[in-house]
């Protein structure tokens, strides 16, 4: 059914009942946001029916949360389902950088964290006729509200990394002072060009392997 129509259908059921309630809806907050996906952690998983789908859900919720991107952005629209439009692994780029909070011996830190410019390119009106870059950083203190985590993951699966074959060593890359300038500030986590045009959330495929 045309959009427009169901917006008709709505305004004309309000004027016609007068249900129109003036008061103020709350809004969503991060602790709403928290309570979700600790649920989902806590139970809601195991109602997927596969794994990848416990990893892309909550990168699609805090996606969403962080860079105000609607669903449609982000996965296949229903105004063009059958176009395989949706975000790639094109659209991230990782990069790991030194953290500036490090002290030596600190238990809770580590000396490199990783940051993560997503890039929007099929916001509503404006689809791939303007792109706006959004970063993401790796959350230590609350890893349930790290947007990064469910990237590595999901890349590890499907092997995506030009170079890294394991997420401990990921972090035991050292981005050196000494490097040359462009590498200087932060290392680019590559992916191997045969994934930039791959989805990175779309329908699972069972991994025995994996399971």
Request: aromatic letters at 10%; hydrophobic letters at 40%; a positive charge.
């Amino acid at each position: 059914m045309d959009t427009k129509v169901i917006l008709a259908a709505i305004k004309k059921f309000y004027k016609e009942t007068g249900k129109v309630d003036p008061k103020k809806k709350p809004v969503f907050t991060a602790l709403d946001a928290i309570h979700i996906l600790n649920n989902h952690w806590t139970s809601g998983y195991r109602e997927l029916s596969n794994f990848q789908y416990a990893i892309q859900l909550p990168l699609l919720a805090l996606a969403t949360c962080f860079t105000t991107l609607r669903p449609g952005s982000l996965v296949e629209s229903d105004c063009h389902r059958g176009s395989n439009k949706l975000l790639q692994y094109r659209d991230l780029s990782l990069y790991l950088v030194q953290n500036p909070q490090y002290q030596d011996g600190a238990l809770e830190q580590l000396p490199n964290i990783l940051l993560c410019r997503l890039t929007g390119r099929l916001q509503k009106r404006r689809r791939n006729t303007e792109v706006v870059e959004y970063p993401l950083i790796q959350n230590f203190h609350t890893p349930i509200l790290c947007p990064i985590l469910p990237v590595l993951i999901l890349a590890f699966v499907d092997d995506a990394f030009k170079s890294c074959s394991s997420p401990e060593k990921v972090f035991d890359l050292l981005v050196s002072p000494n490097a040359s300038p462009k590498e200087k500030d932060a290392l680019h986590l590559e992916w191997r060009s045969s994934m930039f045009n791959i989805p990175i959330l779309r329908r699972a495929q069972s991994r025995y392997d994996l399971i």
